[in-house]
């Protein structure tokens, strides 16, 4: 039993790593959803294209990929980043396209005949944008903006290929030092579950503050 | 000094790549083979009407869906042998993949479940059919082809998860990559191609699933 305690400290120093990317990646990823949502329903041809382009390189290829092209094409430009910093980036700009379809689909679920009223009442681009289309939209994004964020805690997990030492590297490291695969594995997964919990509890708490009424 | 992009060197490396895509694609499509099939049984087991059946069926998709597949696979590669039973690593990695996305279909087939409607079950108890008869005649020939293209996209989703698999020492496409640069020095021909390799086949993938979900709308509608 004394030994199975002794797992802790390390996997929580692990855990702090990835609620530390999760959350850095979170926060970078929100405004860039919001950004590329939004541009891909601009009117400007260019705008669309170029986030057209985002949007589907960074949903089309896969995450570990993206995380290796960074991390080592990248230096052969001459561009060498911290690996941490490769991990947060990767994965913000790897959320930020699967949420740009999110905001993208809210945004066009809001009824036209709101943004009809907003031009007959002579109300700006801007203006519509921000007090009649997106406070209409945001309540729909929640449920599917919650799943993003468990898929990119999941996600948080590959930067351990990378040398990050979070939480699945330091259960790797675990393992090759003690040979206690089971409990080790037994408990990273747990400790995965719980923060996916809270997160669904708190993505819930946020749906029920927004709903429409 | 080289160029940054030698298209000699990346040409002469495609057809090694080549050969590990075959090993990705295999992997998606067996994976793919136990995830609608596990997942089938677990969204009718999530329906089951006694809850020692149902509740461990509703723990198993929740837990899987919110753990890294990652994780999931070093579990399957490291524990399982310890039990005895040792499988090679691309074996394993496709039973996690396929139980991995099993829990997503599961989720999907329960949505194409609901939108069964009652009247046709209870049809089906006034005709006095089987239990066996009433789900594999009426409730999922009603439940399946609805929810193909929510499928079709977790496909592609797989496919696109396989380069986890290298974390196991299977060389497939991304480890395949990663031995030439290791090799030659060079990353940025065989990721960059390993990247255009899957989004040209995932983009192609997704079309294809288009087109299905076009077909089906044709057949009364998706859910």
């Known amino acids: 039993m004394d030994d199975l305690l002794a797992l ?206 | 000094m080289k160029p940054i992009f030698d298209w000699n060197f990346a040409w002469e490396i495609l057809p090694t790549l080549g050969q590990a895509l075959i090993i990705t694609v295999q992997a998606t499509l067996i994976g793919m083979l136990v995830a609608v099939t596990l997942g089938l049984v677990l969204a009718l087991m999530r329906r089951a009407p006694l809850w020692i059946v149902s509740a461990p069926a509703a723990f198993i998709v929740e837990f899987v869906r919110s753990t890294p597949l990652l994780v999931q696979m070093y579990f399957l590669f490291y524990v399982l042998p310890s039990t005895g039973l040792s499988m090679s690593p691309l074996t394993t990695g496709i039973l996690a993949l396929g139980v991995h996305y099993a829990a997503y279909c599961a989720e999907v087939y329960r949505a194409g479940l609901e939108g069964v409607p009652r009247g046709t079950l209870e049809a089906a108890t006034a005709l006095n059919l089987s239990r066996w008869r009433t789900a594999v005649g009426v409730l999922l020939p009603q439940a399946i082809p609805p929810v193909v293209p929510a499928l079709g996209n977790y496909l592609v989703a797989m496919f696109k998860d396989t380069p986890l698999l290298s974390a196991i020492t299977v060389v497939e496409l991304l480890q395949q990559s990663k031995m030439i640069g290791s090799t030659t020095f060079r990353y940025t021909e065989p990721l960059t191609l390993v990247g255009a390799l899957f989004l040209v086949l995932s983009l192609a993938a997704a079309w294809c699933v288009r087109r299905v979900e076009g077909r089906l709308k044709l057949y009364g509608g998706t859910r």
């Open chain 1, 8 to 213: 802790f400290p390390p996997l929580l120093e692990g855990l702090a790593v990835t609620l530390q990317i999760t959350f850095g990646a979170a926060v970078l990823a929100v405004p860039l959803a919001l950004a590329a949502g939004m541009a891909r329903t601009s009117r400007l041809r260019a705008v669309r294209a170029v986030s057209t382009v985002y949007v589907e390189i960074f949903r089309g290829t896969s995450a570990l990929v993206q995380l290796f092209w960074f991390y080592y094409v990248l230096p052969m430009f001459g561009l060498r980043l911290p690996a941490l910093l490769v991990g947060i980036v990767v994965l913000a700009a790897n959320a930020g396209a699967y949420g740009a379809e999110v905001v993208r689909g809210a945004i066009a679920a809001v009824p036209p005949g709101q943004r009809e009223a907003a031009v007959a009442l002579n109300l700006t681009a801007s203006q519509t944008l921000r007090r009649i289309v997106l406070p209409q939209a945001f309540p729909a994004m929640l449920p599917p903006a919650g799943n993003l964020m468990i898929e990119l805690l999941k996600n948080t997990a590959l930067v351990s290929l990378i040398t990050i030492t979070d939480l699945t590297f330091r259960g790797q490291l675990l393992r090759s030092e003690t040979l206690r695969t089971t409990e080790i594995f037994v408990v990273v997964l747990l400790l995965y579950f719980a923060v996916a919990l809270l997160m669904t509890a708190g993505v819930r708490m946020l749906e029920r503050r927004f709903r429409i009424r």
